[in-house]
């Protein structure tokens, strides 16, 4: 059973930086892509980023492009994303997950991910 827990939200004062972390465990990490979705409230989850099952391929959506980072240390089975510039609209609780399909891309497309944490919120004040 694969399992997907997030940590590393928080307040933060807008231009400030936080780092999400997402522990997987069940099976081999290194075999799947990663992703990080968020939803704020009243509104649907959308695509963040996704890295790829080798960490070779990244993607963005276009309001975090430059100023968020997402990695994977395959050793500690671990994915981060790297937040910085924080802006309000950032405010969401922020999801990870993974397909049950091995060497996926980390695309944007929902339907690539199978696997979801329970999150952790994000808060950004003005």
């Known amino acids: 059973q694969v399992h997907l827990v997030e940590s590393g939200g928080g307040l933060v004062q807008a231009g400030g930086s936080l780092r999400l972390s997402c522990a997987a465990s069940?099976?081999?990490?290194?075999?799947?892509?990663m992703g990080w979705f968020r939803q704020a409230p009243g509104k649907e989850r959308e695509f963040v980023a996704g890295?790829?099952?080798?960490?070779?391929?990244?993607y963005y959506a276009d309001s975090v492009k430059g100023r968020f980072t997402i990695s994977r240390d395959n050793a500690k089975n671990t994915v981060y994303l790297q937040m910085n510039s924080l802006k309000p609209e950032d405010t969401a609780i922020y999801f990870c997950?993974?397909?049950?399909?091995?060497?996926?891309?980390?695309?944007?497309?929902?339907?690539?991910?199978?696997?979801w944490g329970q999150g952790t919120q994000v808060t950004v004040s003005s």
């Open positions: 997950a993974t397909s049950s399909r091995t060497y996926t891309s980390g695309s944007p497309h929902r339907r690539e991910y199978d696997y």
């Open positions: 069940g099976r081999t990490f290194s075999a799947y892509c």
């Open positions: 890295i790829s099952w080798s960490g070779s391929g990244t």
